[in-house]
């Protein structure tokens, strides 16, 4: 079964970086794009951007440009995203995502890692 | 950037009942590239509707999406005590993806 597990909550300082991952199985890996996801507390829903596990090519809005990057390893299955200059509204939790093959939405969700910006 | 307007922000009904939910978009979402899904307390959203009405795997067929253009709707026809949840909309025909603000279904 389709399966994204993601690395435990952090809690950083303003202006530090986190890096979080994502580790994929029950299908093949270079199949479909992950995307992130993010939820401020009791906030909705924002889309971070995504990368093609397959090329390591990514696609980031300009809200996150310069901050956000993705990597992947393909021989481990594991997609990271790291954000910097961290600042306390960044406090949320991200979400990896698998977008679906015919379509941009994401079928398959991570459980969530709590990311705590404070000093 | 599309944004998207989810009404009403909480819709109180009884099990039994139908739900009607609406997202408007400020512009033409293109190929109905819209979404929906649900998200209870605690856990990450589930993928219920994808390119306007196309139900993802596994979800039964009380829940329908239609629409097109700027307005689309997700209705349960008959509602299930696990239906009680927090429902998001996602615009994916122009980047950046957004998504509405959520519609929280509760028990009256």
């Known amino acids: 079964q389709v399966q994204l597990v993601q690395s435990g909550a952090e809690v950083k300082m303003p202006g530090a970086s986190v890096k979080v991952s994502c580790k994929a199985s029950?299908?093949?890996?270079?199949?479909?794009?992950i995307h992130w996801v993010r939820q401020a507390p009791g906030l909705g829903l924002e889309w971070m951007g995504g990368?093609?596990?397959?090329?390591?090519?990514?696609n980031y809005p300009q809200k996150f440009q310069g901050r956000v990057t993705m990597t992947r390893d393909t021989s481990t299955t594991t997609v990271y995203m790291e954000l910097s200059s961290l600042r306390s509204e960044d406090t949320a939790v991200y979400y990896c995502?698998?977008?679906?093959?015919?379509?941009?939405?994401?079928?398959?969700w991570g459980q969530g890692t709590l990311v705590t910006v404070s000093s | 950037e599309t944004v998207l307007t989810q009404s009403p922000g909480t819709l109180s009904l009884s099990p039994g009942e139908r739900a009607t939910l609406s997202c408007r978009a400020s512009?033409?979402?293109?190929?109905?590239?819209l979404a929906w899904y649900q998200q209870k307390r605690g856990q990450a959203p589930r993928l219920l509707i994808y390119?306007?009405?196309s139900r993802a795997t596994g979800i039964p067929d009380r829940f329908t999406g239609s629409g097109s253009g700027t307005d689309f709707t997700l209705t349960i026809s008959r509602l299930e005590p696990e239906d009680f949840a927090v429902y998001y909309c996602?615009?994916?025909?122009?980047?950046?993806?957004?998504f509405g603000q959520g519609t929280k279904l509760e028990i009256k």
């Open positions: 995502a698998r977008r679906m093959a015919t379509a941009a939405c994401f079928d398959y």
């Open positions: 029950g299908y093949t890996f270079s199949s479909n794009n």
């Open positions: 990368i093609s596990p397959s090329g390591g090519n990514t």
């Open positions: 512009q033409s979402v293109s190929s109905r590239y």
């Open positions: 390119g306007a009405s």
């Open positions: 996602q615009q994916y025909g122009s980047s950046p993806y957004t």
